[in-house]
């Protein structure tokens, strides 16, 4: 016998209402806020966030790090629906068979009404005379209309102005300005002609210096001149003496020490036998030949 609890399951299935598999529970206590996330530290040159190269052609990424499902489920409908309306185009699309070997396909007009087809369209020139126009009019002035009442005043000569009179105070302002203007001019040139003479003056005294420093300063260039080769002369002076002062000490100490080492040298040679009397040497190698031959010829007898 199958369990209680599969029974009522099938029995449900059977008549077609839902119920749980297992009795329903209380879910467990949970917090309300989720819990932070501790930060990654990574290396910038392997994130595939960071974009390189030409960014012309890039891909974006997504920003989740796994691709949502239901997305590419989406995607993939979408794709097999495309896939499918493409093939079922195909199919009602009535295809031409290849013409046989010698022809091929001519483009036919199937519409109701045919039409001309030709290379050049056919053009035919058409005149059409028209009536001269006249010249529009110059458009005239705009006028505008004229209101109010017109009102005339009497004035006698001298009433409005007298030039003698009004004249005067331009006149004096006039003169009052050229004179000052004048006044300026010439201050202004009696200052630049004291500058032009102060600056003359500063030329001269200026030229003058510089002409005692360029003085003073050849005159120093010599002395250093001077100083440097007086004392490159005194230090040749200086070694000179110190080469020579070394000659003589080492001509004296080789003369000391050759002046016992002549006769003692001659003394070892002679010891040696380098020098000897001929004399002698030649009756002591007479007396060893000799001594020699007498000995060999004693021995000859005794065998």
Not at 277 to 291: A, H, I, K, N
Request: net charge negative.
């Amino acid at each position: 016998m199958l369990p209680a609890r599969n029974q009522e399951a099938m029995a449900a299935a059977a008549s077609g209402t839902y119920s749980y598999c297992s009795r329903p529970r209380a879910l467990p206590a949970r917090r309300r806020y989720r819990e932070e996330e501790p930060v990654r530290y990574a290396n910038l040159m392997y994130d595939r966030r960071v974009v390189r190269g030409n960014t012309y052609a890039l891909h974006a990424l997504p920003w989740v790090g796994s691709p949502d499902p239901l997305e590419i489920q989406r995607q993939r409908e979408a794709h097999r629906k495309a896939l499918a309306r493409k093939r079922a185009k195909e199919q009602h699309q009535s295809r031409t068979p290849e013409p046989v070997e010698g022809r091929k396909h001519v483009d036919v007009q199937t519409e109701l009404y045919l039409e001309e087809l030709g290379d050049r369209i056919i053009e035919v020139d058409v005149e059409c005379q028209t009536d001269a126009f006249l010249d529009r009019p110059p458009t005239p002035l705009f006028i505008p209309a004229k209101t109010g009442r017109d009102v005339a005043t009497q004035i006698e000569e001298g009433e409005l102005f007298d030039f003698d009179i009004e004249v005067k105070p331009m006149l004096e302002v006039l003169i009052g300005k050229i004179i000052e203007q004048a006044l300026l001019e010439v201050m202004e040139e009696e200052e630049l002609a004291n500058l032009r003479a102060h600056q003359y003056a500063y030329e001269e005294l200026r030229n003058a210096e510089l002409a005692e420093v360029q003085r003073l300063e050849e005159q120093e260039r010599r002395h250093r001149e001077e100083k440097e080769r007086r004392k490159n002369q005194q230090s040749q002076l200086l070694q000179k003496q110190k080469e020579t002062s070394e000659k003589i000490a080492a001509r004296a100490f080789a003369q000391r020490y050759l002046a016992d080492l002549i006769p003692s040298v001659f003394s070892s040679l002679r010891d040696s036998g380098y020098f000897y009397d001929p004399v002698e040497r030649g009756l002591y190698y007479f007396s060893f030949f000799f001594t020699g031959s007498i000995v060999q010829c004693s021995l000859y007898i005794y065998f």
